[in-house]
């Protein structure tokens, strides 16, 4: 198994940036298609974006697209999301998962693997 370890969040003004860190550790990172997913409160989780094991493909939810960068450096055993353009709706705690399979899920039954999330505040 792998063990995930979320850091990063914070409180930023709207506009600013972040950029968010899962370390894992355990079973080989490099193996697993990564995830990050995100929770407001009294909202459902949902998913912002995944990456194909060797960083090749990446998928993003439509609400972050061209304001999130999803990577990851196998060497250093870590994924990251970048964050710009932060907006008071992406106000939500921020979770790291792994999958097992090869596709870029954005159902949370897809992935095993989850970190204990990082929150992110983002004030108008």
């Known amino acids: 198994q792998v063990q995930l370890v979320e850091s990063g969040g914070g409180l930023v003004q709207a506009g600013g940036s972040l950029r968010l860190s899962c370390a894992a550790s355990?079973?080989?990172?490099?193996?697993?298609?990564m995830g990050w997913f995100r929770q407001a409160p009294g909202k459902e989780r949902e998913f912002v974006a995944a990456i194909s094991w060797n960083g090749g493909s990446t998928r993003y939810a439509d609400s972050v697209k061209g304001r999130f960068t999803i990577s990851r450096d196998n060497a250093k055993n870590t994924l990251y999301l970048q964050m710009n353009s932060l907006k008071p709706e992406d106000t939500a705690v921020y979770s790291c998962a792994a999958s097992g399979g090869r596709v870029l899920p954005t159902n949370s039954s897809a992935y095993r693997y989850w970190g204990q999330g990082t929150q992110v505040t983002v004030s108008s």
């Open positions: 355990g079973r080989a990172f490099s193996i697993y298609t």
